[in-house]
């Protein structure tokens, strides 16, 4: 992109109201927070946020031939996703690299709707308009058509019932099913980047002003405040979540990751990468990849990406995403390591900050798990 004017969400002038802190996030003019990140973010774990995550990617697919378009473009089995579920997936360049992750909803019997991260939206929508090629279905550009607000958090699903007879209660984790919000039409999902439940409402633009309102007032007696991408940061961190463009890049395959899971092998037919994924499948049990792993501080310092791990004075791996972590209330980060220092409690082990050697705990991911 040149350098062109930001984007805003329609919730631009609701931000700037409430004194938002507004950043540059992707090309969209986005809030990071509102006033404390550390508030907004325990608000999240222990009663509800509000988020506008208008910035994200939405990418229809649809037509006779959805279902095999996207078996054949994303690395997941598209095909085997029901009506009104979601599925978490990625997709991958031919040799392997991953371009992106993706959550994918199936709206209808032949019509999807990709999900793709905002800095990654349009290469996710030229990688697909480029693989639709001789399928019977079309890729759509959707990302003007939705606004996306979340609420998170353990009162989410008491405030959003009392704004919707949708049944909430039947509604599965990374299941999505149309109903009213506030009287606005929404795409009703339960789903989420916080590590806690919660919904992702995808709707009209022109009603993100009047829901936002809406949920706001709902939330008003339960502790509900909007928050800011600063606390979305910490709160995947400490669910384990990754983030593209830390965990996740274009030089590491989804085997590197550690999310060689989402890479579904048993699929009918070719798939995009799937030649160059074999190959790193067997690598990876022959000779495992550095290892994902969580690290906590034992100092104050706070580790940040693309410090070296250390270990025996040797570099052993490197941090990809660090922050305070206000839940454990110390410095926390995700790190690649070798598979030798992976082990939780792992001895030696090191963050170098400034040429400081730290000395950080090695932990399983992720951090935090909400007690269900």
């Known amino acids: 992109m040149s350098s062109?004017?930001?984007?805003h969400t329609a919730l631009d002038a609701v931000h700037r109201a409430l004194g938002a802190t507004m950043t540059d996030f992707a090309g969209w003019d986005m809030p990071l927070r509102y006033g404390s990140e550390r508030d907004e973010h325990v608000a999240v774990r222990t009663n509800a946020g509000l988020f506008d995550l208008s910035h994200m990617g939405e990418i229809t697919v649809t037509g006779p031939q959805a279902a095999a378009l996207l078996n054949f473009a994303l690395v997941g089995n598209i095909a085997s996703v029901g009506v009104g579920r979601a599925r978490y997936t990625m997709i991958c360049q031919a040799d392997g690299g991953?371009?992106?992750?993706?959550?994918?909803?199936?709206?209808?019997?032949?019509?999807y709707m990709v999900v793709a991260n905002a800095s990654n939206a349009q290469v996710v929508l030229d990688a697909l308009t480029e693989r639709a090629a001789g399928f019977d279905a079309e890729v759509r550009d959707d990302r003007d058509a939705y606004a996306l607000i979340a609420v998170q958090g353990p009162q989410s699903p008491g405030i959003l019932k009392s704004l919707t007879d949708a049944d909430l209660d039947g509604l599965k984790y990374y299941a999505g099913l149309p109903g009213t919000v506030a009287g606005v039409p929404a795409l009703i999902a339960r789903t989420g980047y916080t590590g806690e439940d919660g919904f992702e409402l995808f709707v009209k633009p022109e009603h993100a002003v009047e829901l936002w309102q809406a949920l706001t007032e709902a939330g008003e007696g339960v502790g509900l405040v909007p928050c800011g991408l600063s606390c979305r940061d910490t709160l995947r961190l400490e669910a384990g979540m990754p983030l593209y463009g830390h965990e996740l890049t274009t030089s590491l395959?989804?085997?590197?990751?550690?999310?060689?899971?989402?890479?579904?092998?048993e699929k009918e037919g070719d798939f995009v990468g799937r030649e160059a994924l074999t190959g790193a499948a067997a690598r990876a049990e022959q000779n495992p990849p550095r290892v994902l792993v969580g690290l906590v501080a034992e100092g104050r310092r706070v580790p940040r990406a693309g410090y070296a791990v250390v270990a025996g004075g040797e570099v052993i791996g490197e941090v990809t995403s660090g922050a305070p972590s206000p839940t454990l209330g110390k410095p926390i980060a995700m790190a690649y390591v070798d598979a030798a220092h992976a082990a939780p409690g792992a001895e030696g082990v090191g963050v170098d900050i400034r040429g400081s050697h730290e000395?950080?705990?090695?932990?399983?991911?992720?951090f935090y798990k909400r007690q269900k």
């Open 253 to 265: 395959t989804p085997f590197d990751a550690g999310l060689g899971r989402v890479v579904k092998f």
């Open 98 to 111: 991953i371009l992106d992750d993706l959550i994918v909803y199936r709206l209808a019997e032949t019509e």
């Open 359 to 366: 000395p950080y705990q090695v932990v399983a991911l992720p």
């Open 4 to 7: 062109t004017a930001l984007r």
